[in-house]
């Protein structure tokens, strides 16, 4: 089955404690992308990814890292947390960026930073 | 910034009603695309209409598309309580906006 799949589903931490939320699509897609969903703002990109070793800033971009080493994963880690990015994040992939193909999203990881 | 403005941000009906959002956009567009949202859940794909088609449908589903106005407008007819969700539409560079909110009363 063609999915993408976010892990942990829930996460709660502490100030300053590194973490990392990983994602992992089967779909051989070259575009990858990482969004933060809070109330009233929206989807907000916050890294995306257009092919392996290429990745390029979002939106909100401030206090991330993302790496793209392999096609299939694209993990997103926080390596000192902090309250404000307590946020609901979806990674999401496509075959292509450049021609605006469909999104497909993953469960979310509901992060709460205490 | 975002792409994808939609309007209204939330919206409440009566089940058999008819829904209209609409998206605003401030770009050249290839395609726009429209997603929905159940409470807290991934994005999941409706529809897409590039930018040499008017008028799409899928369904109980009716885009259309207008590159002059750069708007676009998603109708659900006949709707369902189970219609209710988030709706956006996403254009160039997959950037979403905040929304409609659609409640369906049974």
């Known amino acids: 089955e063609a999915q993408v799949t976010q892990n942990p589903r829930y996460l709660i931490t502490v100030t300053g404690k590194k973490l990392t939320v990983t994602c992992s699509q089967n779909m051989n897609h070259e575009y990858m992308s990482w969004y933060r969903q809070d109330p009233g703002l929206g989807l907000r990109q916050i890294y995306y990814?257009?092919?392996?070793?290429?990745?390029d800033k979002g939106d909100v971009p401030e206090g991330y890292k993302v790496s793209r080493k392999e096609k299939r994963n694209f993990p997103l880690i926080l390596e000192s947390p902090s309250p404000n990015q307590t946020s609901l994040y979806f990674c999401?992939?496509?075959?292509?960026?450049?021609?605006?193909?469909?999104?497909?999203f993953g469960s979310g990881t509901q992060l709460s930073v205490l | 910034s975002q792409q994808g403005e939609e309007d209204p941000q939330a919206l409440s009906i009566q089940e058999g009603e008819n829904a209209t959002m609409n998206c605003s956009y401030k770009t050249s567009i290839n395609n726009l695309q429209w997603y929905r949202q159940n409470s807290g859940r991934g994005l999941v794909h409706l529809i897409l209409?590039?930018?040499?088609?008017r008028e799409k449908h899928s369904g109980r589903l009716r885009v259309t598309l207008d590159t002059s106005k750069k708007s676009s407008s998603l109708l659900i007819t006949a709707s369902r309580a189970a219609d209710t969700a988030s709706y956006f539409c996403a254009t160039y560079g997959m950037r979403f906006g905040a929304g409609t909110r659609l409640t369906v009363k049974p």
């Open positions: 999401a992939s496509s075959f292509s960026r450049t021609l605006n193909e469909k999104l497909f």
């Open positions: 209409i590039r930018s040499n088609e």
């Open positions: 990814s257009m092919n392996v070793e290429v990745t």
